[in-house]
């Protein structure tokens, strides 16, 4: 497969591997469709692969390595990856436990986060209903039967095919589906009453793909990456200056990875303070490290941490 041509000014980061026999080596990807393709698209990015066409080509190209990328539906790409016609691909859990699909989950990237819910008309009573059978809706047979069958209710589930908010009450008592705001749940005049699971994307593989050692060595580089651009995405790095009257304040105060650097200032003028902080610590220390001497402080994002 011929790479293509690069975008102008941009140099390309290689995950090739050349083989020469006759089985194609080529790694196989598969991005979903809609909302978590853009997710994907500035993760690749940030690693330094990217990809050329938009979520409405099926089959965009993946500049700066040899991996062939096709676009399905999220709903399809566990079972398409466990079946072997995808090496690699990125799906929520909730389809991934939907499907049985039997992959192996490589990483929790926390994309799209969501809770499958049950919901039942808001004036309602739950308590009082559940006492009886129950009609329910979802997209979700299998999640949703091992989460009735777990609170012990009476019901008949039927499958439904998307926005199951419109059922109740005429159509269906419960409906189970993901939400992650609960917005949709509440303009419906729905509430929910229980959760069946949380789910968020994960970076899966093919079992049998990962038992062959050229494509696992590129898969295994390739999730490197990815870990070093989710860890680098919660941190930042501060650096400071300090007299030598604070140093030892200011260091304790740092929760550096290992030890804050500290070194001395051209003609021993003071001291440069450098470490790396999880960003949502930055809100509470700033005004400490101030309090205590710090000056002339710099936050800079980090694009990576190995």
Not at 244 to 262: C, G, H, K, Y
Request: glycine letters at 6%.
């Amino acid at each position: 497969m011929k790479n293509p041509v690069a975008p102008k000014g941009q140099r390309g980061f290689s995950l090739q591997i050349k083989h020469t026999g006759e089985k194609d080596m080529t790694l196989k990807m598969v991005i979903p469709k809609g909302k978590l393709y853009n997710k994907v698209e500035e993760l690749l990015s940030d690693i330094g692969l990217t990809l050329i066409g938009d979520s409405r080509n099926y089959r965009p190209s993946l500049y700066g390595c040899d991996i062939e990328v096709k676009l399905l539906k999220s709903q399809n790409i566990p079972e398409m990856v466990a079946l072997g016609q995808h090496d690699i691909g990125f799906a929520g859990m909730d389809w991934i436990i939907e499907q049985d699909a039997d992959v192996e989950v490589l990483e929790d990237l926390g994309f799209n986060p969501v809770k499958i819910v049950s919901c039942i008309p808001e004036d309602w009573d739950w308590q009082e209903i559940k006492q009886r059978e129950i009609i329910v809706a979802s997209e979700y047979k299998k999640i949703a039967a091992k989460y009735l069958d777990s609170i012990g209710a009476n019901y008949k589930l039927f499958r439904a095919y998307g926005a199951t908010e419109v059922f109740p009450p005429e159509d269906a008592d419960m409906v189970i589906d993901n939400t992650s705001t609960g917005s949709t749940i509440r303009a419906n005049r729905l509430k929910i009453v229980g959760t069946a699971m949380e789910s968020s994307t994960q970076f899966i593989a093919n079992k049998a793909v990962m038992n062959d050692p050229v494509k696992k060595k590129q898969i295994d580089d390739l999730l490197l990456l990815m870990r070093g651009v989710m860890n680098g995405r919660k941190r930042v790095l501060l650096e400071m200056n300090c007299t030598q009257d604070n140093v030892e304040a200011i260091v304790s105060l740092l929760p550096a990875m290992r030890s804050p650097t500290v070194s001395e200032l051209y003609k021993g003028d003071g001291f440069a303070i450098k470490a790396a902080i999880e960003r949502k610590a930055t809100k509470d220390l700033l005004p400490k490290l101030i309090s205590v001497g710090a000056t002339d402080i710099l936050e800079t994002p980090i694009r990576k941490v190995l």
